[in-house]
């Protein structure tokens, strides 16, 4: 595939775009709030989309983003770097510059990039690196380089983020528990919500997180990892009930090592777009208490991203 250097990128077939006209959520934000895990798309005309990504999205443009922070009452982003941009950082990098300190990014590296470049990226307002394990998202980068970046990183005062689904982390243990860093996991380690949350699988997880009190996790996505729903549309208040008791378990067990967001623009859902209003209605289900919100939300984030100011 050549590089396209306009903005004629064709969206994969069957790409569902972002929802249009979300509802104002009823759950009212605590001040201060983080959506602390989104994307940036392009615009592919702008910033175009890697020769090497797996997928083509719709554009999803700062200002779009911006836009829905409001209108959600979200005080400030975290921009994690989709991997629709490959190892190049410029959407991510505009955005968070744009933002006007309310945005901080995680980016994608490869060994080659120089500490000036790492320094740029600090200076943009990038606190983090993104290690992904999903394989229909990524090719394989082997561990040797992912550890020495860590190792570089380390000495930024950045964490490391990982994306891997759940049956693959007896395989990745090692790995993980190597990192000397924080360590941030996507979406929960993506479990399987139909074997239940006393399963095996989801047992190791929280022992992931119980043994290593470096490890974080983001309480995010269950629309990505919902089966029965019901999909947070059309006003349902009580939206993916099956994966509520998975996140309410790492929320009341880790409750200072919990992070939420909304993952706009939801990259590669197949089935249904969920309106992010009702995405917010989620949160009480999860962190049920005033304390537990301020936590996931605020603390946590503040902590992790903006720590001169938490
Ligand atoms: O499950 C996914 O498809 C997905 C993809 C990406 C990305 O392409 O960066 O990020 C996410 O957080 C989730």
Known sequence: MSTPTTGDFTKTPGWLDWYSGPSRPRFQLPAGA????????????????????????CDASKQQLFALRDHLGFARNVIVQATCHGADNRAMVDACLASGGRARGVATVRRSITDDELHQLHAAGV????????????????????????????????????????????????????????????????????????SAEFALFLKFMREHPNVW??????????VTGPHALHGEQAAYRDVVPFARRVVEEFPDRVLWGTDWPHPNLKDHMPDDGL???????IAPTAELQRKLLVDNPMRLYWPQEA
């Open 34 to 57: 983080v959506d602390a895990h989104c994307h940036v798309f392009g615009p592919g005309a702008e910033f175009p989309y890697a020769p090497e990504r797996k997928y083509t999205p």
């Open 127 to 198: 606190r983090g690196v993104r290690f992904n394990f999903v394989k229909r998202l990524v090719d394989f980068t082997p561990k040797d380089e992912l550890m020495e970046i860590a190792g570089r990183i380390a000495q930024l005062g950045w964490h490391v983020v990982i994306y891997f689904e759940a049956v693959d982390l007896p395989e990745l243990w090692d790995f993980f528990t190597a990192l000397p860093t924080t360590v941030v996991v996507d979406h929960m380690g993506r479990p399987d919500v139909r074997q239940g949350v006393e």
């Open 217 to 226: 996790s983001k309480v995010s996505c269950p629309e990505r990892l919902s």
């Open 279 to 285: 995405l917010v209605d989620f949160i009480p289900h």
